[in-house]
């Protein structure tokens, strides 16, 4: 093929991809600063963090929501929070990715009457809401509503923008957090597509969208996909899955013009491979994956985000966020990469690998459909039991040393790290005070609401009106912008929907998960199971009793499942709830189960809070012999604090031994029930 040379003489290059950082914490006020100056630096598109109360629907004062208000994203409670949040930001000039899914139709609807404000055509508003609610029932867990009500929010979503938001991509299908639970790139592919294949049925079958419409619908999917350190697979990961939505779309939902068939895909690079041991080893973890998305000009990325090197250990700064951002401006702008065809285009390797993941993807997509499809498939648990399956596996590959990890596993001999000489000042830290801030505010809104300069309507019409087209089948849309207009909360919207759709708790995959470690005579497993049966005849009880717990909003799941199966494969009777618990109930499971340890996982930053907070309850219950363990993304300062507090001990990413893990906590068992320490074999 002839290169399009200009007079010049110099090769055109194509336009660079969407560059944006996931940005927003401890308020709006704070998040609208950073903003402003990561466009400042040459960000071309905005992507929004909101913190968990916002994700699953609580208001800043709720009791679930403590030691979760601003920590890793923005709080945003109402309207106010909305216009705050874009103050002097030109929504019409601007693109928008919102991470929200439960939430998602409230976030778009604050942001519509935003831009309202503005005095912005909404037709011109582009942007995306990730609004894919599957994959929060499998690995992150911000789902609210029970899976029938909630596809019933997305179709209702897509409707109303395909009709009235023409630019805007209402759904972003998120193989992303898939990946980071465990997902091989087949079920990567396989469960994206099915839920791809839910969505559009259900927007097909709604009869909101005429059929001659429905290309539309289909040209404003877009997908968030996950892109790993194997970046060649990784490459072919991205061709398998345009070529899998190109059959799919023209097969299944009859779209001829292969624009609106086109698949259209932003990324963030993997962030569950970034290490807290040797992190400045992640930045070119980071600048490999990167690649992935981006050699192929056929299978290129429309929009990238980068995290940062120091995401293993805390919150980034706007310093290490402009690090990864630089990432992307020196391959687009100093490198010839733009100027190219598909260098990868006859490659007889690529082709068979891109074949490879087709046929082994469709085959599972087909399974998945003999099952009812995508949302069957998470209600029996077969989806969540198979994720936490191959996380075990890829966490036994690399205890093995049979997977490597630079820094982890091998080449962990290391000199002293500039980076991280003061750990204290090498991440964000939100200031405790804010959340005291955040819930003042919104106080105050609630009691001003319907005063100048606001002059809202009263919002409990607008809530009744809610609850009504819930009860039946209008569109939701057009009630839910009455409840943002009318100054609603995001914990009252939320909670009128839970008064109609109640709440659910999704399978946790970890009784049906199989055992992933072999414990033959002599393997670390085979010595723990000991030490487990040891322990357990001294106590003069059956078996050891061992709760998984998890406080607070934060629903990443993989290291507590993980944990859970383990302890299980180690001889223990593990208690394992799932997430979204408070203090108090885990501790009132702690009593109810006669358990024998706590083991407490949280990666949002609230163990400063509600870890303390467990252990005062267990103190006043009368269970001190029962030890706390803590793990997550624990910075050591606050480690240490936990331990003067009464933490028997804290695991934190670098610890990647699960097996030792479940040795530890027997060894914290028998110290605080008073036995001697216990050397294996016994």
Not at 44 to 68: K, M, N
Not at 182 to 210: C, F, H, K, N, W
Not at 556 to 581: C, K, P, T
Request: aromatic letters at 6%; charged letters at 25%.
């Amino acid at each position: 093929m002839t290169e399009r040379q200009p007079a010049t003489g110099k090769r055109e290059k194509d336009r660079p991809w969407l560059m944006r950082t996931y940005a927003g914490h401890s308020t709006a006020e704070a998040s609208n600063e950073l903003y402003r100056r990561n466009l400042a630096k040459g960000q071309t598109g905005l992507s929004v963090a909101f913190d968990l109360p916002t994700q699953t629907g609580y208001d800043p004062d709720h009791i679930l929501a403590r030691g979760e208000v601003g920590r890793v994203g923005v709080p945003v409670s109402h309207v106010g929070d909305m216009r705050r949040l874009f103050q002097d930001i030109p929504l019409d000039r601007m693109n928008t990715s919102m991470t929200i899914n439960a939430t998602a139709m409230w976030l778009l609807a604050l942001y519509q009457v935003v831009a309202e404000e503005q005095g912005v055509d909404i037709t011109t508003l582009q942007g995306t809401t990730q609004n894919d609610i599957v994959k929060e029932y499998l690995s992150r867990g911000t789902h609210v509503f029970p899976p029938g009500p909630s596809l019933r929010l997305t179709t209702d979503m897509i409707c109303y923008t395909v009709n009235h938001i023409p630019k805007w991509n209402p759904i972003n299908i998120c193989s992303y957090h898939l990946q980071e639970a465990g997902a091989t790139p087949v079920q990567e592919i396989a469960y994206a597509m099915s839920t791809a294949i839910a969505v559009l049925d259900a927007v097909r079958d709604s009869g909101q969208v005429p059929a001659e419409k429905f290309g539309d619908v289909v040209a404003r999917i877009s997908f968030f996909v996950n892109a790993g350190v194997r970046f060649v697979e990784e490459m072919c990961k991205l061709r398998a899955f345009g070529r899998i939505w190109d059959q799919v779309t023209r097969e299944r939902y009859g779209i001829e013009n292969p624009k609106q068939r086109r698949f259209r895909y932003g990324v963030q690079v993997n962030s569950l491979g970034l290490t807290e041991a040797q992190p400045e080893n992640n930045v070119q973890r980071i600048v490999l994956e990167m690649l992935a998305v981006t050699l192929s000009k056929d299978a290129r990325a429309r929009a990238v985000q980068l995290p940062a090197w120091n995401e293993a250990l805390g919150l980034p700064r706007p310093w290490d966020q402009q690090w990864s951002l630089r990432m992307q401006q020196v391959l687009a702008y100093e490198s010839d990469l733009l100027e190219y065809e598909d260098i990868f285009a006859g490659s007889h390797v690529v082709e068979a690998k891109v074949a490879e993941l087709v046929e082994e993807s469709l085959a599972e997509i087909g399974r998945i459909e003999e099952m009812g499809g995508a949302m069957a498939a998470v209600e029996s648990g077969y989806l969540k039991s198979q994720l936490v399956a191959s996380h075990a596996e890829r966490r036994a590959r690399i205890e093995s040393g049979q997977e490597k990890i630079v820094g982890v596993n091998i080449f962990e001999s290391t000199e002293p790290n500039p980076l991280t000489a003061d750990l204290d000042a090498a991440i964000q830290t939100v200031d405790p005070a804010v959340e005291a801030q955040v819930t003042s505010a919104l106080g105050g809104w609630r009691d001003t609401r319907y005063q100048p300069p606001f002059n809202h309507p009263r919002p409990c019409k607008a809530l009744e009106r809610l609850k009504e087209a819930a009860k039946g089948t209008d569109n939701l849309m057009e009630a839910t912008l009455e409840c943002a207009r009318a100054g609603v909360t995001t914990g009252e919207w939320a909670g009128a929907l839970r008064e109609v759709f109640g709440e659910f708790r999704a399978p946790t995959g970890v009784s049906s998960a199989p055992v992933a470690v072999a414990a033959s005579e002599g393997t670390g497993l085979a010595l723990v199971r000991r030490k487990v049966e040891i322990t357990a005849r001294e106590m003069g009880v059956g078996k050891l009793r061992f709760l998984v717990g998890k406080p607070g909003l934060d629903g990443h799941s993989n290291g507590a499942e993980q944990i859970a199966v383990r302890a299980r494969d180690a001889g223990f009777e593990v208690v394992y709830q799932g997430i979204r618990l408070t203090p108090e109930q885990i501790v009132d499971a702690a009593i109810a189960e006669d358990v024998h340890g706590v083991g407490l996982s949280i990666l949002s930053g609230s163990h400063a809070q509600l870890v303390p907070d467990v252990l005062e309850r267990l103190r006043v219950a009368g269970a001190t012999d029962v030890p706390v363990i803590a793990g997550g993304i624990i910075p050591q300062g606050d480690a240490e604090k936990l331990r003067a507090a009464g933490v028997a001990a804290v695991f934190t990413p670098k610890d990647f031994d699960i097996t030792g893990i479940i040795g530890r906590i027997v060894d914290e068992i028998r110290k605080a029930n008073k036995l001697d320490p216990l050397e294996v074999p016994a």
